[in-house]
């Protein structure tokens, strides 16, 4: 075994005959968050770099330049240069059978597209804010884009914490005669009439459906807080209205929880539709805050996921802690019994029925479902302040979002040396 180990040392050292970088994701990483941007943008240049599955948090290795390491410094992020023959030792480690790491391949930076609402403000949503701070170029799209056919000249789509339903967020109740609130919906309803749309449900089904068909033809989707569960509601109640008379000017039709079609969703089966039009929620997948409990002991474990056989989760749940403080949003976590088979639970809050992470496939593209608004603001309210991700650099709920910038960078079939 020694023999072989040292010849795979000898093969790997002739094939990586430079030094390299080795930007180190573990505890004593300075900057996690600037970590990601340094990599993505390395990869936008034209570099290629390793992502080293569960060695030392996830780490990054790439080819050593000057200008790669002043960039590092600049921005505060901590690196090692590694001879050839220390970056073989590490190869030889990760790529062995007796440990659970691996190498991904990262080869080309994904185009990454954000819908979004006119009038949007980084601030108003967590992964803008990371892509902010990590400095990852982004552009905007919304409603026009989708239907156009916009959205395959991208990547990676993350959905702002829209409501996909029409509702409005079912915000109703508490802001119905705020003045963001009035504007909101004359925003959305001038959008829908100028597309030819009657009513704006009807408009964001064709989103979903647009996003749907986004996704099965190789596209990989994002999303958080409400536009999780809102996006799946929407897909079940394609062919009825769930929307009241505040929402669409008519009634939602009596018999809409039977009539709605869970072989449409992507990720969830079987939810019961809330109905009323002053209750803050749209159906039983979310997680209430009285089944939660108190905020001390509110936190979730991400799974542990075989490297060399299940890469793609283990690229999404890679940090440097396994435990990680919860977060509240509208969805803030799913029902574990009304998820799909199919899906993959990348995190869940152990003990219960209590999901916050998921991750399934869907055609040729893959989508992924964080439960939460913000992960370092608890209980995040309207008209709050922005978050300041320079105070939370090395934030374990953040990195869990920009993993999955990085994740369509991987190269089809993982990399072997």
């Not at 039977?258 to 039983?284: G, H, I, R």
């Not at 309210?381 to 709920?397: E, F, I, R």
């Amino acid at each position: 075994m020694k023999k072989i180990f040292l010849l795979l040392v000898l093969y790997v050292t002739a094939t990586y005959a430079q030094s390299k970088l080795l930007i180190y994701m573990d505890l004593e990483q300075t900057d996690h968050l600037k970590a990601y941007g340094i990599t993505y943008n390395a990869l936008k240049s034209g570099s290629v770099a390793d992502w080293l599955l569960n060695y030392r948090g996830g780490s990054f290795m790439l080819d050593y330049t000057e200008d790669l390491a002043m960039k590092c410094r600049l921005k505060g992020v901590a690196f090692e240069k590694i001879s050839p023959t220390e970056a073989a030792k590490i190869y030889a480690l990760v790529q062995s059978n007796d440990q659970n790491m691996d190498v991904v391949r990262l080869e080309k930076a994904p185009k990454i597209a954000v819908y979004v609402p006119p009038g949007f403000k980084p601030w108003d949503d967590a992964v803008t804010l990371a892509l902010e701070y990590a400095e990852v170029p982004y552009d905007k799209i919304w409603v026009e884009e989708i239907l156009n056919g916009s959205l395959k000249k991208y990547d990676w789509l993350h959905l702002h914490h829209e409501d996909f339903t029409g509702q409005y967020g079912k915000f109703y109740a508490s802001f119905g005669n705020a003045q963001w609130y009035i504007e909101q919906q004359m925003t959305y309803e001038n959008e829908a009439k100028k597309l030819g749309f009657k009513k704006v449900s009807e408009m964001e089904k064709a989103v979903v459906q647009a996003i749907k068909d986004y996704v099965g033809q190789g596209g990989f989707l994002f999303a958080m807080c409400s536009a999780t569960d809102s996006f799946d509601i929407a897909l079940a109640a394609m062919n009825v209205d769930i929307c009241d008379r505040m929402y669409d000017g008519d009634p939602p039709d009596p018999d809409a929880q039977k009539k709605l079609n869970y072989s449409n969703t992507l990720a969830f089966q079987n939810f019961t539709l809330e109905m009323n039009p002053l209750v803050y929620e749209f159906s039983d997948i979310d997680i209430q805050p009285s089944e939660i409990g108190s905020q001390q002991n509110d936190y979730f474990t991400l799974f542990d996921f075989s490297a060399k056989y299940d890469p793609v989760p283990t690229m999404l749940t890679q940090d440097h802690v396994n435990v990680i403080h919860g977060f509240m949003g509208q969805t803030t976590m799913f029902r574990k019994k009304l998820i799909k088979p199919s899906v993959i639970i990348l995190a869940e809050r152990a003990g219960t029925d209590q999901v916050k992470y998921i991750h399934g496939n869907y055609g040729r593209g893959t989508f992924t479902f964080y439960g939460g608004h913000d992960p370092e603001d608890y209980q995040h309210a309207v008209g709050d302040p922005p978050t300041d991700l320079s105070l939370y650099k090395n934030s374990p709920g953040y990195r869990l979002i920009l993993n999955n910038i990085l994740f369509p960078a991987a190269k089809k079939k993982k990399q072997k040396t």
